[in-house]
Structure formats: C-alpha cells, structure tokens
C-alpha cells in the first residue's frame, strides 16, 4: 500500500535531500541512467590557457551562422528567373535582374534587420574559417594532434575544407556581378580536370555556363547537405574530444595522466556561454559598423560584364593568388589539352596542400618513430624541424594570398603590373624556403635560454618612512610560473638528439646557454 | 599574486565546502559583483535599445549594434563572473587510458574474425554474390543519381553561335554599322538575337575594336578578316572564361580584370603577359552592301578557357 501523501511537508520530506530537482533527475535517471554520466560531465576539467578558446570563436561563429542564415533562408529566392526589380533600391529600379539577387537586395533593404543579419551572415563566415586556421594552427605547433588524436586532426582538417566550400557556395548564391564571376571561374576551374572535366563541369551545371540550375543546385548544397555534414563532423569532433580528453601544456601538477584546469560546471560553463555571447556581439557590432559585400554596388550578374578589382573572400585568396602567378604552360599533344596554366595551381596544389595537411601526423610519426601517447603539448621552439615546416606552409599561403591583389598593389603604389607579378613570382618561391631556416634557427635559440617567451617582471619601488626608496623585483606573472618550456617535462624528440654538437648537448638533446 | 605560486591541482570531488580552493578568486568579490551586475544592466537596457530600435525600424546600424552591444556586454559580464566569481581551482582530472584490457582486445577480435570470417569462408559463393550485387547496385544507381544532372558536352565547347553572315548587334539589339565606331572606340557585340540569352551572353559575347580605316590584318591568312579596321575577337578570356573587359588604347591592350592576362589587339590577341595560354579567338569580320558588319564564319577555335577535348 502506497502512502497518501497529503501535507507540503511531507511531500518535501518525500522528495529527498535535493528537493524538486533531485527528484526530477532521479525520474530521469529511472529511465534513461544520467546519474554517472552526467556527473562526469559536469566534473569534465577544461584547461584554462588562452590558446583553447580559438577552437570555441569557430563552434560559435558556426552557431551565428546558423541562426542568421535561418534568418536570410526565409527572404532568399534561390531562382535564376528573371525578374523586374521594383524594390527601394532606386539605381536599379526597373532592371531585369534575377530572383535570386532581387530577394536579397530585397532582404537587405525592405525586411527590418535582414541586412544586419545578412552581414553578420557574412562576418561570421569570415571569422569562422580564420578561427578554424588559427585554432589548426595552435594544434599543429604544440603538437596537439600526436597519437590518440590523429583521427580529430582529420576531421578537423575535413571542417576546414568544408568551411571554406561553403563559404564560396554561400557568397555565390546572391548572383551579383562579383559573385557571378567567380563562379565562371569555379566552372572553368573544374573544365581543366583531365579527362573528366568538360563531363562534370555540365552534370554540376546541368549544362554549358551558365545554363538556370547553379543558384538552386548551390542553395541547396550551401543551406542542406554541407552545414549537414559540418554539423555531424563538429559532433564527432567533440565527442572524440569529451572521450580522449583535452590536452594541455606541461606545468605544475600536470602530467600525462590528468588534466588540470576549471569543471565544466560552473565556471567553464559560465566562461564559454559568455563567450558565446561576445562572439555573437562582435559578428553584431562587425554587421552593423563595417559593411560587406554591398551586392546592390555590384549590380546583378551578367556574363558579358566586369568589375575591376575583383578579389573572393579572403580563405579563397591563396587560389586566387595561386592562378594570377602561375605562368602559362598549356600542355598541347595528341589531340587533347591540359591547361596546366588552371590544373596546376587550382586543382593540383590545393589537392597536395589538404592531403600533405591530413597526412601530417604520419609523415611526422615516420621521422620520430614516435608512437606514444602524447597528452601534454610541446611548446613551438622545442620542436624546430615542425614549427619551421609549418611557418613556411603559412608564408606560402600568406605569400599566395597577397598575390591575389597584383593589381591592387600596381595601382596603389604605382609600379609596373608586371614588376609586382615577377616579385611575387620570386617571393612565393624563395620566401617559403628562407621561413624553414630561420625558424629553425630561432626555435634553437631560444632553447637555450632558460627565460625565452617569458615576459619581464617590472620592479616595485617603495618609500619608507625615513625616506629611503627601494626597488624590489615584482613576482613572476602567473602564466610565467607555469615552466612550460622546461625541457624535463617534455619527451624528448628523437630527430633533435643527432644533429646537436656533443659539446653542448645535454643528455636530453636540449643546449642551454649559460646565463 | 604571489599567493598563486602555492596552487596546487587538487580533485574536484574531494574538496570540501570550506576548502580556500572553492572560494572566489576575486580578492573583493563584492566590488566585481557590482561591476558585473553594472555590466549586465548596461547590457540589459542595450538589448531593450534593439527592441525599440526595432520597433520604430530605426537605422540598421542602430541595430547592429544596440544587438551586439548588448550581447557583448551580457557576455563579458558572464565572463567575469565564472573567473571571478567561482572557485578557482584549478581542479585536477585523472586520465584513465583509453584501451582496454587485453582479453576485451581479444574477445573483441575474435568475435569479428572467428565468427565472421567463419560464416564467410565457410559460404564464399554466397559471400561473392553479395559483393557482386552491391557492386553491381552500386554503379547502377550512380546512373540517375550522375548522369541526370546534366547532358553530355558533346560539341558544345568547340561552337558559338556566330555562322556566315551573322549580323553583330550592341546590348540593344541594334545592328552595328560600318560608319558607328571612331577609330579607337571599343564596342561588346553578340550575334543578331541573341544578344540577352544565356549562351549569347556567355558565349558568344565578342569585343568589336576599330583600328583605322583601312583593312587591317593580324596575321597571316587574316586578310579579309578586318575589313575598314573593324577586328572582332572572342571576350572570353582564354585562361579561366572572365570577360576581357579592359582597353587599354595606347598600347592596344585588351586586359582581363581578373588575373591580368594582357592581349595584343594588332596581332591576333596573343598574350603578352600573365597566366592566359592562347591567343583570343578572332571572328572574320565581312561588311554587307549596306554598311552593316557581319561575321564570317565562326570563330577560329572554341572559346575560352582550356579543357581536356580541345586539341
């Protein structure tokens, strides 16, 4: 017989020492098992140093993304129809442009906030590919992505190169005059593929260029079927990190057997939500004070017609760059064409570049023989021959990227096109291979002094009574009390130990100058 | 700050309530919590700013950033409270590995090899027909999944639509005479009624350049293909298809805007400079009893930019 429970006391009595929400949880827990799941959730330890927050600005930007691009697929008419333009707009009232550039000309202007959603569209497409390379970046140089964590290396790496497709697909779908033509050159881009090329250029288009499928094919690429994939790969992202756990840099108290930082709840919840919040505010403040890609300056996209000055987004730079100083070898012979001038720089290079970036970790567990469980990172200098690989991977691209504004560069600083084009020829070249030497070099230096990358502590001056100044050394900044960079905590790689004169070497392969 | 040299990772679950470690890190936690409840009304009235804003349709910059102005605030309050305003550790997780023991190993394999592999090679007919069927279903379903999208290139890259005797018309439609242009003017033409279709526009779209009065040839066997200095050459760019949309007159320049390839108008449009292989297609012009240019035949090559079949 079940008692009759009839007074508030006894049914608070009743409901345990947690009150309403223990009992809540416990109903929650009779049916699906929460209970230990849950708390080692809330007990999960995130590190507190400031490099583990970049991954968090690409998850949030992607949330802005969402939310906005919600927002603009209510207004958006993904249709190459044509179209009278009627809108406020009055330079191009009366024009015949597309359904798909009137609606967001439309959505820009006669829906209340649709052009400050448009635009953080936009910024937080920007912001979300820059904070992928940033936090791939910190990844790559403190080694983070050694074994366990090559497979989320991958994935990652797979998200940077889905950002970056659709963030061009998206900037296209407007069907302005700038837009347009970078999709003439994605069509002539994929004709330069050998042998399939022309056959997937017209099953992508639906025909020659431009024929009426590209908007809605893109649209529903763009909106569907990639944020699909990015959203399941961000998933297992996480969830491989949840499950291998963070890594951190060496210090007082860690090891590779823990993980020491703030709980998951409150603070880190706390930190991250508002950071949530500030990544969302800034894609505001960017939406309302800086405009982008004011589509109704361009005017609609006519194949016949150009703008000057045309540069894509800025992660599709280094392509852009790629094809102006790429020379103009076409290979001509037995009755077939590779237009190596577009293959090489467009299609080759990028396809070495994401798969040499995927393969990474093997190539580099090749040269160490290393195949231990790394949970503690290396700091940059400690590992020379892979920082200096990396920075000249970023001058390249960096250098690639300046490439793509020649034109802008002539006229701004009125020199010949074709100067700039040979400089950027020559530097794309010799600047990569000069990156490799002298990081090498630097990343040695600073080896050997105890105190590098550490700030200098100020002195606290003091009067006393009688009158008497004293200077006495501030402490050390909290973060410089975290001997990162001791070599001790650190496994030592094996490729460092050969190629350091016995003289100087210590056993563990490391110089330290006197000091 | 020299108190945080004696920071020591401690767990998590065996800190007791009153343990320095829970406390706040703030050294006056009720001076941060002023300043976080200021940061939160500020953000508070901000976000109530973007209603109104909203509500009168006020300017969208008013939007933007009573929005983000207020988002930014909320969140960098929030900020603060969780770093200084909740125990501050740090807190210390243990790292269990993530393998399993040795017999799971085992057990794990055995039952995908042993019993697998038993079933399969036991059946490897069966097994066979299977493969056979999937693969089979496989190819067969690429069928309409790939080849509807879009029908087959065929010939279509090699030919426009310019033939013998097609009238050139402006953006208008209007036909062009043999008097319109001065020496030196540059003019976008498209064959006779096509000039607002799809494939008039970007393929058959070509720049008309008059040179001088007199017939001007480019090169060799192009003698009657500039008649009175008119030259007519394909305005697709041969590197990547953007339009050649830049004259520069005084060195008779036709340049891309896109990637700067540069063609010479008085030879045949081969490139001078930057990364565009082949000379733009020229298209013979001819002149009518009236006066009126027409092409004629099509262009030499196909148009614009390389591809596999093109030889």
């Known amino acids: ?59 949030y930007s992607f949330v802005v993304l969402l939310a906005t691009g919600i927002f603009l697929t209510l207004y958006y008419v993904p249709s190459q129809d044509l179209t009278t333009y009627t809108g406020s707009y009055l330079p191009l009232y009366g024009q015949k442009v597309t359904e798909a550039f009137a609606s967001t000309v439309n959505l820009s202007f006669a829906v209340r906030a649709g052009l400050l959603m448009r635009q953080m569209h ?101 909106v569907l079927i990639i944020p699909l994939i990015i959203l399941g790969l961000v998933g297992a992202h996480m969830g491989l990190l949840v499950r291998q756990k963070h890594t951190q840099f060496p210090g007082k108290g860690k090891t590779e057997n823990n993980v020491v930082g703030s709980p998951m709840f409150p603070v880190f919840m706390a930190k991250t939500t508002g950071f949530m919040f500030v990544v969302a505010g800034a894609t505001a403040l960017l939406g309302a004070f800086a405009q982008i890609n004011p589509i109704w300056q361009f005017g609609p996209y006519t194949a016949s017609r150009i ?88 001058v390249l691209c960096a250098m690639l990227f300046i490439a793509s504004s020649t034109d802008v560069i002539a006229n701004f600083f009125h020199i010949s096109l074709n100067s700039v084009l040979w400089a950027m020829r020559v530097l794309c070249i010799l600047l990569p291979i000069l990156a490799y030497p002298v990081t090498y070099k630097i990343c040695r230096e600073m080896q050997g002094f105890a105190g590098a990358g550490k700030r200098k502590t100020t002195n606290v001056v003091t009067r006393t009574t009688e009158g008497e100044y004293l200077a006495t050394p501030a402490p050390a900044y909290v973060d410089d009390m975290v001997h990162e960079h001791e070599h001790e905590a650190v496994p030592v790689p094996r490729y460092v130990v050969e190629d350091v004169d016995d003289d100087v070497a210590t056993e563990g392969g490391v110089r330290r100058a006197p000091r | 700050m020299s108190e945080h040299e004696q920071r020591t990772p401690v767990q998590l679950n065996t800190v007791s309530a009153d343990d320095p470690r829970l406390q706040p890190a703030a050294r006056r936690p009720e001076l ?20 109104a804003c909203y509500w009168v ?54 039952a ?31 069928f309409p999944l790939i080849r509807s999208l879009g029908p087959l290139p065929k010939g279509t890259l090699f030919h426009t639509d310019w033939v013998k005797g097609t009238y050139l018309v402006d953006i208008t439609g209007r036909r062009v005479h043999s008097d319109d242009l001065a020496i030196g003017s540059i003019v976008t033409v498209y064959p006779e009624g096509l000039e607002n279709t799809d494939n008039g526009q970007a393929v058959d779209q070509t720049v008309l350049i008059r040179l001088s009065n007199e017939d001007f040839v480019t090169q060799k066997g192009r003698e009657t293909w500039g008649p009175q200095g008119y030259l007519a050459y394909s305005k697709l760019c041969t590197h990547l298809g953007c339009p050649v949309g830049l004259y520069e007159q005084e060195l008779q320049l036709l340049v891309c805007p896109c990637h700067q390839s540069m063609f010479n108008v008085t030879n045949g449009c081969i490139p001078q400079f930057g990364p565009a292989p082949r000379p733009l297609p020229q298209l013979p012009l001819q002149i009518d009893a009236a006066g009126y240019l027409q092409s004629q035949a099509d262009f030499n090559q196909p148009v614009g930019p390389g591809f596999w079949e093109r030889s």
């Open chain 1, 1 to 59: 017989m079940s008692q009759i429970v009839n007074t508030k006391r006894a049914q608070r009595e009743q409901s345990g020492p947690y009150g309403k929400i223990g009992q809540a949880l416990n109903e929650l827990d009779d049916r699906m098992g929460v209970a230990k799941g849950g708390r080692t959730f809330l007990d999960k330890i995130f590190p507190d140093h400031w490099s583990f927050m970049l991954g968090e600005i690409a998850l």
């Open chain 1, 122 to 222: 936009h910024w937080a497409c920007d912001i979300f590919v820059g904070a992928i390379v940033v936090h791939m970046g910190r990844v790559f140089f403190t080694g983070a992505f050694r074994k366990p964590r090559e497979t989320n290396w991958v994935i990652g790496t797979t998200l940077l190169i889905l950002a970056i497709v659709n963030g061009f697909l998206g900037y296209s779908l407007p069907d302005d005059l700038v837009s347009g033509t970078g999709i003439r050159i994605a069509y002539s881009i994929i004709l330069s593929i050998p042998l399939v090329g022309s056959y997937v250029a017209f099953f992508l288009f639906g025909g020659n260029f431009p024929g009426t499928s590209i908007i809605p094919r893109f649209y529903i690429l763009h």
């Open chain 1, 307 to 394: 703008s000057y000055a045309v540069q894509p987004d800025w992660y599709m730079g280094f392509l852009d760059g790629a094809l102006r100083i790429f020379p103009s070898w076409s290979f001509h012979s037995f009755g077939y064409t590779i237009p190596l001038e577009v293959t090489i720089p467009a299609v080759i290079f990028p396809g070495i570049l994401f798969n040499l970036v995927m393969a990474w970790p093997t190539i580099e567990r090749k040269f160490t023989k290393d195949n231990e469980m790394h949970n503690l990172l290396d700091r940059p200098s400690n590992r020379p021959k892979r920082t200096s690989a990396g920075v000249a991977v970023a």
């Open chain 2, 32 to 51: 941060v919590e002023k300043v976080i409840a200021v940061t939160f009304l500020a953000g508070i009235a901000l976000i109530c700013g973007f209603g």
């Open chain 2, 57 to 110: 349709n006020a300017a969208p910059w008013t939007l933007g950033a009573t929005f983000g102005g207020g988002l930014t605030l909320m969140g960098v309050g929030l900020i603060a409270w969780g770093k200084y305003l909740m125990p501050r550790g740090p807190f210390v997780e243990e790292r269990h590995t993530l393998a399993n023991s040795e017999d799971d190993r085992n057990a794990f394999a055995a």
């Open chain 2, 112 to 142: 995908i090899v042993e019993r697998g592999g038993g079933v399969i090679k036991r059946r490897k007919f069966l097994g066979g027909l299977l493969g056979a069927g999937m693969g089979i279903f496989g190819v067969v379903a690429a």
